[in-house]
């Protein structure tokens, strides 16, 4: 995922790039990964740390809500 601020439309340029080989699960860690990050550059940018840990406490949830869906997945197969 590569995303390029656009001043004059106050909108996010955004082009994702990944391969369609690319695993479910490597899509779940590379969101999750993209998240956290985004929180920590979103918390060197304004310092607003509750809506910092907000934004890694949605992500944590994410991820474990794919993970437990990927056990039940695996358990009904």
């Known amino acids: 995922m590569l995303s390029f601020w656009d001043g004059a439309d106050k ?44 934004m890694k406490k949605f992500a944590q949830d994410f991820y474990k809500r794919f993970q437990e869906k990927q056990l039940q997945e695996n358990k009904a197969k």
């Open 11 to 54: 909108a996010a340029l955004r082009m994702d790039l990944w391969t369609k080989d690319m695993m479910v699960d490597e899509m779940a860690d590379f969101y999750f990964q993209t998240m956290m990050t985004m929180a920590d550059s979103f918390n060197r940018a304004t310092h607003q740390e509750e809506l910092v840990n907000d």
